[in-house]
């Protein structure tokens, strides 16, 4: 059973481009997380989405961030025109339902913005 | 918003020895979580704890949910050179928000062989 599978692990945007994360669930699991990871710090909610609804966007920023979970395909967590202050470690989760200990982590997308 | 005090920050050891590290927190948690993150990797659950006063071991880690349900303590006992790595703690709420996580900072181990 493969598990949450986060593309690319690594990438790197000059400042003012878009970056994609992309995150495919582990199957039968249909609610997605989203965190952010700063260096030297512990993660941070971003967005807890299900198939086709964001339920909770309460952490991610106002602007230039956001998520979706379409019928079909992976999350995406998009960010527009980034920052250097974006450069962080952005990990995905997901679970079958919302309790603590079925919520599986991604390996993280670490995106370095130049 | 929910804040988490853990501590130590860091921790240098000598294999062979035990280590403690805690949580604390200035609001309530009906769980209380341990993640092992290595280097480049996303975090691994180690332990969950749901109760109060619960003690669970998971192997040579054991872990406790503090009886005000505001602390938690993760033991590590007879360390290895692969225990290496961050660890967080996380409490999760109950009621209509259940489903976040909100982590404390993390403590480096460094193990010497």
């Known amino acids: 059973n493969a598990g949450v599978m986060q593309n690319p692990r690594h990438l790197v945007r000059r400042r003012g481009q878009e970056a994609r994360l992309r995150c495919s669930p582990m199957k039968g699991h249909s609610h997605v997380y989203w965190y952010r990871q700063l260096p030297e710090e512990g993660l941070k909610f971003m967005v807890y989405?299900?198939?086709?609804?964001?339920?909770?966007e309460s952490g991610m920023p106002k602007e230039r961030f956001s998520a979706e979970f379409p019928k079909e395909g992976p999350s995406i967590l998009r960010i527009q025109q980034v920052v250097r202050g974006d450069s962080a470690a952005y990990f995905c989760a997901s679970s079958p339902d919302i309790s603590g200990n079925t919520i599986y982590f991604g390996e993280g997308s670490w995106l370095t913005v130049v | 918003g929910q804040q988490l005090n853990q501590s130590p920050q860091s921790m240098f050891i000598q294999e062979g020895e035990d280590v403690s590290m805690n949580c604390t927190s200035s609001s309530i948690f009906n769980t209380w979580l341990w993640y092992k993150q290595d280097p480049g990797e996303g975090p691994v659950l180690l332990i969950a704890?749901?109760?109060?006063?619960e003690l669970t071991s998971n192997g040579r880690l054991t872990a406790q949910f503090g009886i005000t349900r505001k602390d938690s303590f993760l033991n590590i006992s007879a360390s290895i050179p692969s225990d290496v790595g961050i660890y967080f703690c996380a409490g999760q709420l109950s009621g209509g928000s259940n489903y976040k996580l909100t982590f404390g900072k993390g403590t480096l181990l460094t193990v010497n062989p």
């Open positions: 989405l299900q198939k086709e609804n964001i339920i909770d």
């Open positions: 704890l749901y109760k109060a006063g």
